[in-house]
């Protein structure tokens, strides 16, 4: 899987260096940040009394167990909470290895550190389920416009806010023609388009004001309808307002546009799930076979896109049914979202989702489904660190600096 983490290596060892260096050329690794230091552990406490956290912190040391611990304790002085952290160390003693990891580091490895070692250390670091919990992002695009990817990603996003009780963001990335502020009769106090006039300035609290909320669990990232130019959007500031969503919320739900573009590319591949919606005619097929095998070979094996067929039954006369669609494309989808004019458009000229205006529609269930089959869950309130994995005694000193 591709991995997109902000991680940055304090070496000591030559080893290690060049494993670090050698990281962002690894394939899952090509979309993280890495940023190699000299200094080791010392140097990292130094570094961050005065600079962001990253996701992930390797920090080599070469002293025995008790300089050690002394310094992790001033390196959780200066870290943000919620941070993970692997210690390379000289020591190659097991119960050093538990005494390290008791204390809430991810992992301890032993010098020198080879690239392999490192990648293994990484995906494990990753897959953490003590970890603090990562805010799932999901990106909803459609073969063509108007099939109604809008609608898809509005009522998924309302699904998992509302009947699952998950923290969400709807991000709409349609800056100009966007509808996920009048799907929920909300208006938008400022274009998100705005929020990438200067990216560099694009920092948390300055996207919440871009945010309006339908409710604790529902926040919303649109426009109100306008017809400024957004022109020369580049890749990386859209990663940095999904980044900035995701630190703030459990699940993401992005809204792409039908175009075709380097940052349009860059959300279907980086997101954890990409959805494709289709409807039932000879184009969606076409464009939906080309974005497919371009998306799925980018995403890799393990991350296939998913593929919803929506209005599955508009084209029943001509006999293009959803199973021609599924053998052609060579994918199950994972929902058939009947045609139902009266309701959708009903719902949305209300301001309204579907399972609002008609609590007991049939397509409710098929949200909700959606919503869990792409990872939403319940149980995952409040974008906090979990505390009790969050390194008790080391990371206890929030900062107000993010990476
Ligand atoms: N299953 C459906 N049945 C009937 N109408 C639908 C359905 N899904 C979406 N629509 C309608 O199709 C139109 C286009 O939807 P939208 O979500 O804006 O498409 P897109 O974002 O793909 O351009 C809207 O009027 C919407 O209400
Ligand atoms: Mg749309």
Same mark, same amino acid.
């Given at each position: 899987m591709q991995y997109r983490l902000t991680i940055d290596v304090f070496a000591i060892r030559d080893e290690t260096a060049a494993a670090g260096k050698a990281l962002a050329e690894q394939r899952n690794f090509s979309r993280c940040k890495v940023a190699v230091r000299e200094g080791g552990l010392q140097r990292a406490i130094t570094h961050y009394a005065d600079h962001p956290s990253p996701n992930l912190i390797i920090v080599e040391d070469d002293g025995d167990n008790d300089t050690l611990q002394g310094r992790l304790d001033g390196l959780a002085q200066v870290v943000e909470p919620g941070r993970k952290l692997i210690v390379v160390g000289a020591v190659n003693d097991i119960s050093v290895y538990r005494r390290i990891v008791s204390l809430g580091v991810t992992d301890y490895l032993v010098s020198p550190l080879r690239l392999e070692a490192m990648m293994d250390a990484i995906e494990r670091a990753a897959h953490d389920p003590k970890g603090p919990e990562r805010c799932r992002y999901i990106a909803v695009m459609g $073969? &063509? +416009? @108007?099939? %109604?990817s809008s609608t898809v990603a509005q009522n998924l996003a309302w699904a998992a806010a509302k009947k699952i009780g998950m923290r969400t963001i709807l991000a709409d990335l349609?800056? #100009? =023609? %966007? #509808?996920g502020g009048l799907a929920f009769n909300q208006d938008p106090r400022q274009p998100f388009g705005e929020a990438f006039a200067d990216p560099d300035r694009l920092d948390a609290t300055l996207l919440e004001r871009y945010m309006v909320n339908d409710d604790e669990n529902l926040q919303i990232l649109s426009t109100s309808g306008n017809l400024r130019h957004y022109d020369g959007i580049d890749e990386e500031a859209v990663e940095k307002a999904i980044d900035l969503c995701r630190q703030m919320t459990k699940l993401v739900i992005v809204d792409v546009p039908h175009t075709w573009s380097g940052w349009v590319e860059g959300v279907m591949i980086g997101a954890d799930e990409a959805v494709l919606v289709v409807s039932p005619d000879i184009a969606n097929i076409r464009d939906a076979r080309n974005l497919l095998d371009f998306l799925n070979s980018k995403r890799g094996d393990n991350r296939p896109c998913k593929l919803i067929i929506n209005k599955s039954d508009l084209a029943r006369r001509t006999r293009l049914l959803p199973k021609d669609i599924s053998n052609t494309l060579g994918v199950q989808p994972i929902a058939n979202i009947p045609f139902d004019p009266a309701a959708f458009i009903e719902a949305a000229n209300d301001g309204k989702m579907i399972g609002e205006r008609f609590k007991s529609h049939k397509t409710v269930g098929v949200f909700t489904d959606l919503a869990m089959k792409l +990872? $939403? &869950? @319940?149980s995952t309130k409040g974008a906090k660190p979990d505390k009790k994995f969050? !390194?008790? +005694? !080391? =990371?206890r000193k929030p900062q107000a600096k993010t990476a």
């Open positions: $073969a &063509r +416009g @108007g099939v %109604g349609d800056l #100009t =023609f %966007g #509808t +990872g $939403a &869950r @319940g969050s !390194l008790p +005694g !080391l =990371f």
